[in-house]
C-alpha cells in the first residue's frame, strides 16, 4: 500500500490484493530483514487472533471521527483486517457533528440536555436522513470499496434496534428520544456467515413503528449487551477520559465506576462524554468484560486496544 506522506491511501488502489503489498517486490528488490520484521509481527498477533477469533467486539463510531474522512479510513481498515482473521466486528454509529450541519441548513437550533439531543418532530426527519441514509450507507459503502464486504442494517434495509420513548424526569420531556429494549441478533449474527460487518445507526423503532432517536453510545452498549460482546470500544475525538478536558496531557487510563460517577458528579466529565461513561458504567453491570474509550485519530488506534496488553485510551472497570 502506498501511503502519501499525509496517511492517505489514494482511491484508485485496491488494498488487499497481494500485488500490491511491498512484499510482491521480486527478489533481490527487498529486505529480507524487513520481511522477516514483518513475518514476526504475524506470529506475535497469532496470540491476540486466537483469544479474539470468533468473538465478538462493538466498535461505536462516533461523529467527530466520522467528520475526519482519513481517520475514519484507517478505522475501516482495521475493522476489515479484524473481519478477514476470524473476528466479529460489529460497527454501531453516531453523526451528531453531520447531524448539527443539516439542522443549520433547515433553520433548527440544536438543543442538548446532558448531552443528549432534544428531538421534536422536524428534528427527527433530519437525523433519520442523516444517520439511518447518508452515513449508515457511506460507512458502508467505504468499507466495500477498501475490499471489505458490509451490510447496512436500517429502516430501509433490516432494522434491528427495537426500542421506546426514553423515560426521563417529569419535568423534562426530550421529545422522540428513544432507548433501545430489543436488538434483533439473529440478524447481525446471520451476517457474519457472509463476511459481512453490520453497520448499525443509532436509531430504534417502537412496536407502534414510531422512530426514536438514540444516542449512539447507549445504542452500542444495548447492541454490545444484546450479542455478549468481548469488547466495547468507543471510537472518539479525544485520547480518553481526561481530569482536563482540554488537556490531553490529563488522560486517565484507568478509572473504577465509582470514580467515573463522582467525576460527573463534579463536572470533570460533562457534555458528549456523559452518556459515553454513563453506557460504560451500565455496560459492565451487566457483564461485558472490557469498555474502552479510545482516540479514533491515532492511526491504528483499533488494532492497539486489541492486539496490546495494555490497551491505549482510558479503560473503564468495575
Ligand atoms: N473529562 C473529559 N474528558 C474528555 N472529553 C470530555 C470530557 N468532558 C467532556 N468531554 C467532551 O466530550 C467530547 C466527546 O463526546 P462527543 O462529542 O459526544 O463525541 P462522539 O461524537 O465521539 O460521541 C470531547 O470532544 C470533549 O469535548
Ligand atoms: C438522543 C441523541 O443525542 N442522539 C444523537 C445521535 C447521534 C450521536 O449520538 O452521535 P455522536 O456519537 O456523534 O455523539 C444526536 O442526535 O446527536
Same mark, same amino acid.
Given at each position: 500500500?502506498?501511503?502519501?506522506?499525509?496517511?492517505?491511501?489514494?482511491?484508485?488502489?485496491?488494498?488487499?490484493?497481494?500485488?500490491?503489498?511491498?512484499?510482491?517486490?521480486?527478489?533481490? @528488490?527487498?529486505?529480507?530483514? @524487513?520481511?522477516?520484521?514483518?513475518?514476526?509481527?504475524?506470529?506475535? %498477533?497469532?496470540?491476540?487472533?486466537?483469544?479474539?477469533?470468533?468473538?465478538?467486539?462493538? !466498535?461505536?463510531?462516533?461523529?467527530?471521527? /466520522?467528520?475526519? $474522512?482519513?481517520?475514519?479510513?484507517?478505522?475501516?481498515?482495521d475493522v476489515i483486517f479484524m473481519e478477514s482473521v476470524g473476528m466479529k466486528p460489529v460497527i454501531v454509529h453516531g453523526g451528531g457533528k453531520a447531524i448539527n450541519r443539516a439542522l443549520a441548513e433547515s433553520g433548527i437550533e440544536p438543543n442538548f440536555v446532558r448531552g443528549r439531543r432534544v428531538t421534536d418532530a422536524p428534528t427527527l426527519k433530519v437525523v433519520e436522513k442523516v444517520l439511518a441514509g447518508e452515513l449508515n450507507v457511506f460507512i458502508t459503502d467505504e468499507i466495500e470499496r477498501l475490499g471489505g464486504r458490509a451490510m447496512n442494517l436500517s429502516f430501509t434495509t433490516t432494522n434491528v434496534?427495537?426500542?421506546?420513548?426514553?423515560?426521563? $424526569? @417529569?419535568?423534562?420531556?426530550?421529545?422522540?428520544?428513544?432507548?433501545?429494549?430489543?436488538?434483533?441478533?439473529?440478524?447481525?449474527?446471520?451476517?457474519?456467515?457472509?463476511?459481512?460487518?453490520?453497520?448499525?445507526?443509532?436509531?430504534? $423503532?417502537?412496536?407502534?413503528?414510531? &422512530?426514536?432517536?438514540?444516542?449512539?453510545?447507549?445504542?452500542?452498549? %444495548? *447492541? =454490545?449487551? =444484546?450479542?455478549?460482546?468481548?469488547?466495547? *470500544?468507543?471510537?472518539?475525538?479525544?485520547?480518553?477520559?481526561?481530569?482536563?478536558?482540554?488537556?490531553?496531557?490529563?488522560? !486517565?487510563?484507568?478509572?473504577?465506576?465509582?470514580? =467515573?460517577?463522582?467525576?460527573?458528579? $463534579?463536572?470533570?466529565?460533562?457534555?458528549?462524554?456523559?452518556?459515553?461513561?454513563? %453506557?460504560?458504567?451500565?455496560?459492565?453491570?451487566?457483564?461485558?468484560?472490557?469498555?474502552? !474509550?479510545?482516540?479514533?485519530?491515532? &492511526?491504528?488506534? /483499533?488494532?492497539?486496544?486489541?492486539?496490546?496488553?495494555?490497551?491505549?485510551?482510558?479503560?473503564?472497570?468495575?
Amino acid at each position: 500500500m502506498n501511503f502519501d506522506a499525509k496517511g492517505t491511501l489514494p482511491a484508485a488502489e485496491f488494498p488487499f490484493h497481494p500485488d500490491n503489498s511491498p512484499s510482491h517486490t521480486p527478489r533481490g @528488490e527487498f529486505s529480507v530483514e @524487513e520481511a522477516i520484521g514483518k513475518a514476526n509481527t504475524l506470529i506475535e %498477533a497469532m496470540g491476540w487472533i486466537r483469544r479474539f477469533r470468533g468473538k465478538t467486539t462493538v !466498535i461505536k463510531l462516533g461523529g467527530s471521527l /466520522l467528520d475526519d $474522512e482519513n481517520a475514519l479510513m484507517h478505522i475501516l481498515l482495521d475493522v476489515i483486517f479484524m473481519e478477514s482473521v476470524g473476528m466479529k466486528p460489529v460497527i454501531v454509529h453516531g453523526g451528531g457533528k453531520a447531524i448539527n450541519r443539516a439542522l443549520a441548513e433547515s433553520g433548527i437550533e440544536p438543543n442538548f440536555v446532558r448531552g443528549r439531543r432534544v428531538t421534536d418532530a422536524p428534528t427527527l426527519k433530519v437525523v433519520e436522513k442523516v444517520l439511518a441514509g447518508e452515513l449508515n450507507v457511506f460507512i458502508t459503502d467505504e468499507i466495500e470499496r477498501l475490499g471489505g464486504r458490509a451490510m447496512n442494517l436500517s429502516f430501509t434495509t433490516t432494522n434491528v434496534l427495537f426500542g421506546e420513548k426514553l423515560p426521563t $424526569e @417529569e419535568d423534562e420531556d426530550l421529545g422522540f428520544v428513544g432507548h433501545v429494549t430489543r436488538v434483533d441478533r439473529s440478524v447481525i449474527e446471520g451476517l457474519s456467515y457472509t463476511d459481512q460487518v453490520p453497520v448499525i445507526p443509532s436509531m430504534c $423503532e417502537g412496536e407502534d413503528g414510531q &422512530r426514536y432517536n438514540v444516542n449512539a453510545d447507549t445504542a452500542a452498549m %444495548a *447492541v =454490545a449487551q =444484546a450479542l455478549g460482546a468481548e469488547k466495547l *470500544v468507543f471510537l472518539s475525538d479525544v485520547n480518553g477520559v481526561r481530569r482536563d478536558k482540554d488537556d490531553p496531557k490529563t488522560i !486517565i487510563d484507568s478509572l473504577s465506576a465509582e470514580e =467515573a460517577r463522582s467525576l460527573i458528579k $463534579e463536572g470533570v466529565i460533562n457534555g458528549g462524554m456523559i452518556p459515553k461513561v454513563e %453506557a460504560c458504567l451500565e455496560t459492565l453491570d451487566r457483564g461485558v468484560r472490557k469498555v474502552h !474509550i479510545v482516540d479514533g485519530a491515532v &492511526r491504528h488506534s /483499533l488494532l492497539l486496544e486489541i492486539f496490546t496488553t495494555s490497551g491505549v485510551g482510558t479503560e473503564i472497570h468495575a
